[in-house]
């Protein structure tokens, strides 16, 4: 598994707001193996969503990637034509998006909004199509498909929308599907029940799933491994474990210790001081330095993702420094 | 389903629209049996009988050929009524494909909305004018003329409301799964963005009607002896004073379409938008 060509491959890429203008992600390194879930993890305007859209070919413009690779099964997505690009959205990839209340298209039945996708990536057409769809929705455990499949968005709930969306995503079968935040929007419960269902389904096609979330928890429930970003830029990558345990990078750190613990006591949650730069604000060097208790002069070069463990790669030049002894209490 | 019925049955408690869409209906049915209600030939003069006032025979009387004013507003009632609907029609299409284009391409937008203030600098009648003239008047040109001076206006508001719809979510996630442009600008933004639309057509057909009348009235609408409410306006002019009946009768025709029309038109605009809605009853 791990010598064969990996599933996505995101290689130094690098997109900027409009050309020569500044930077919004940089040189990004992801990598995600077939039937694996890779959780992509970082505060609000960290481009976790740019990553997804990069990959998509979907970013807004004037955002446009300036360098780098992005490889699905090796296939490099940014030497595509648009034609060709557009033939593997919904098929070779699909993506879910956070908001289930706006993602459905409203004056379309859902039987419709799947029959598109069958449609256009499978030939499937009429009755066949209408009983595919059927079936997906028994796949998600939509209750009462039968009848489910003739409802239009507004008539169904969040949650059970956000089931339509995978199922709509599942489609065209897809072989990478991206989530951005696809619990974000939805109860407390009802995320339970749809993470549950993105792992199963992952599990039983082995997919690979690239999620997008804030939530550490949602991460250390679904992923094996983890890239942490930061300002545009991968801060951290590794397995779950090793990132839970044996955090190097003190953003991570600080991303662990600012969840509320049930053990502990303590009325205040920890918090890491300041903000992420804006675009364009960013300096040469490492761009948590500001925020950093462990910046030193040194951290005024950008420094480079490197192996700090087996399959653990951070971009701090003082790796593990200032971290508390790991404890045993993470899941 | 659901969604469908409660939508019919909202239109039907709308007061604006039942009134709008019971005149029209009337003036629609009328137009139809014309050849069969209209107690005359239109055209057919009837020396014996000129300038008659309205009568037991002659419900709204006779112009100065003998030829009976209400045979005439009935059959021009059909032709009107298609000279507006023609309007409507091809306004819409062509508001849809200059404004969609414009909304959804950015790069369109520019030179396609240039183009459209050109137009619209002209006070739409003015342009109407012109393009009948130049043409030529007839029927069909008379249709172009109307359409093209409607036309700016509609692809503002086509534009419009695919530039909110475009940003919408759903729209990105159609692209995620693979949809090309054709198909996210008409199934997944257009189906989105027809109220309005909707709103400025029935508009459009009621000022078609009215144009149409001002056009036959300075003489570029469609020749005679073709009976449109304007042509028989124009030719009552010269004996309002003495055959007042002649203009009357085609005044009210036009008075009681155009004012379904804009009836239902702010009906339609009350239930599909009402956010816009201004009379709360």
Known sequence: ?331 | MTQRASFLRRLLSNRSFTIGASLVGLVLLLALLAGVIAPFDPLKGNFRARMMAPSLQHWMGTDQFGRDILSRVLHGARISLQIGFMVAIITALAGVLIGASSGYFRRLDGPLMRLMDAFMAFPSIILAIAVSSVLGASVINVIFALAIAATPHTARIVRASVMVVREMEFVEAARALGAGHARILFRHIMANAMAPLMVRITYVFAVAILNEAVLSFIGVGPPPPAPTFGAIIANGRDFIVAAPWITVAPGLAILVSVLGLNLLGDGLRDVLDPRMSVNTR
């Open chain 1, 1 to 331: 598994m791990s010598h064969a060509t990996p599933m996505l491959q995101v290689q130094q890429v690098t997109t900027t707001l409009g050309t020569g203008g500044p930077e919004i992600l940089s040189a990004v390194d992801i990598s995600l193996n077939s039937g694996e879930v890779l959780g992509v993890v970082g505060e609000s305007g960290s481009g976790k969503s740019m990553l997804a859209l990069s990959i998509m070919g979907l970013l807004p413009r004037p955002i446009a990637v300036s360098g780098g690779e992005i490889r699905l099964q090796g296939r490099n997505l940014l030497h595509l034509q648009a034609q060709e690009l557009r033939a593997l959205r919904g098929k070779d990839m699909a993506m879910i998006f956070q908001e289930p209340m706006t993602s459905l298209n409203p004056v379309m039945r859902v039987g419709q909004q799947i029959g598109e996708v069958l449609r256009w990536h499978r030939s499937m057409q009429g009755e066949a199509a209408r009983q595919e769809g059927i079936a997906l929705l028994k796949r998600v455990e939509m209750p009462d498909p039968q009848r489910q499949i003739d409802a239009y968005p507004h008539e169904l709930s969040g949650g059970m929308r956000q089931r339509v969306m995978i199922a709509i995503a599942l489609a065209g079968r897809p072989k990478l599907l991206i989530a951005d935040e696809p619990t974000t929007a939805l109860d407390v419960t009802i995320q339970a029940q749809i993470l549950e269902l993105i792992r199963n389904i992952q599990r039983d096609d082995g997919m690979s799933v690239l999620l997008i979330t804030h939530d550490l928890g949602v991460i250390a429930e679904m992923c094996d491994r983890v890239a942490v970003m930061y300002a545009g830029r991968v801060v951290e990558q590794g397995a779950v474990l090793d990132i839970f345990d044996r955090p190097a990078h003190p953003y991570t750190r600080g991303l662990l210790a600012s969840r509320p613990k049930i053990s502990a006591g303590a009325s205040w949650l920890s918090t890491i001081e300041g903000t992420v730069p804006a675009v364009g604000q960013m300096g040469a060097g490492c761009s948590f330095a500001p925020r950093c208790a462990i910046a030193g002069p040194d951290c005024a070069r950008r420094p480079p993702l490197r192996e700090v463990g087996v399959a653990h790669q951070a971009a701090c030049v003082r790796p593990f420094e200032g971290a508390p002894e790991p404890k045993a209490e993470t899941a």
